[in-house]
């Protein structure tokens, strides 16, 4: 028997999930109330984001081609149409594309997607919670076959031949709780769950009235993001790893390759790296076509209903 949540092997199966589930907060920068429903969908129909926007809905893929901004999040929209964007899909993405969700669509009240406690384990949790329905088709699976790399500003991001899916991150900040700190991790459901998913975003208590007076991190709390003043962490629980700010890159990492819209056999290497980095790796993917494949969805024989858990 396949162990779909401890293995790789389960991403090569389309997976949705067994009901609806829904998660209610408030975005971090608009402060504004968020909520958001995942609905089941059939096949190929991949990750969906619905914007209703009072009268006015919008769907918008889950894929790089529809990315409006990386400052600080990254946002996806229709390019013209300014009310049909939706911020900070990262944490959301990662725990969808982790967790082997290739259909779904996300029904989305508010401007962005609720913070939560900051990391992407409420979103784990909720789609455990429901269930997780294999489908009866192949994944789509793009394979690097040779390495694709950008700088921007001091910092690199690579894609590598590999097997099985693996990231490398790298984060390197002037203050002394944090320093230089590297996290390599194999991606499986279990390893995510255990080792990425409760790891926060972070933040400065030195940028924050700058940021405000951008109209940014207005619902940012110790409640949903690790703190640090000059010298220490603000909260009082601490951190939950040592090295959770690095983990939380990775997790980033994650959410934005998920915005290539196929699972990946490859490494991503992400040195200093962001969201407007992933970004322009995704898109050198179409500068560079002779180096990666795109297998296409193949009907399969079996169909099961299963409950994956930590």
Not at 70 to 97: C, D, M, N, Q, Y
Not at 109 to 118: A, K, S, V
Request: aromatic share 8%; with cysteine.
């Amino acid at each position: 028997m396949i162990d779909f949540f401890s293995g790789t092997e389960g991403y090569r199966v389309q997976k949705t999930l067994r009901k609806p589930c829904v998660f209610k907060g408030h975005g971090i920068h608009s402060g504004l109330p968020s909520t958001i429903q995942l609905i089941p969908c059939e096949p190929n129909t991949g990750t969906i984001f619905l914007k209703n926007e009072g009268k006015q809905s919008f769907k918008i893929p889950a894929h790089f081609d529809y990315v409006t901004s990386t400052s600080l999040a990254t946002s996806l929209g229709l390019k013209g149409i300014p009310e049909s964007r939706v911020s900070t899909v990262e944490h959301l993405l990662a725990a969808l594309f982790a967790l082997g969700i290739n259909n779904v669509l996300v029904e989305v009240q508010g401007p962005e997607i609720p913070i939560l406690d900051g990391s992407a384990l409420p979103f784990i949790e909720g789609i455990l919670d429901a269930g997780i329905e294999l489908q009866d088709y192949s994944s789509k699976i793009l394979r690097i076959l040779k390495p694709i790399k950008v700088y921007e500003h001091g910092a690199i991001c690579e894609l590598l031949p590999r097997k099985q899916l693996r990231l490398t991150t790298s984060i390197d900040f002037n203050h002394p709780q944090i320093g230089a700190q590297t996290f390599a991790m194999d991606v499986t459901p279990r390893s995510f769950a255990d080792q990425i998913g409760c790891a926060r975003t972070f933040g400065f208590l030195s940028d924050l009235d700058r940021l405000k007076s951008k109209n940014l991190a207005l619902g940012a709390s110790l409640d949903n993001v690790l703190g640090f003043s000059e010298e220490g962490i603000l909260n009082p629980e601490g951190m939950r790893f040592s090295d959770e700010c690095v983990r939380h890159k990775w997790l980033d990492a994650l959410g934005d390759l998920a915005l290539c819209g196929s699972w990946v056999e490859g490494e991503l290497v992400s040195f200093r790296g962001g969201h407007a980095i992933h970004l322009a790796l995704l898109k050198a993917l179409n500068n560079h076509k002779t180096h990666w494949e795109l297998s296409k969805p193949e009907s399969l024989t079996q169909n099961k209903v299963i409950s994956l858990r930590k």
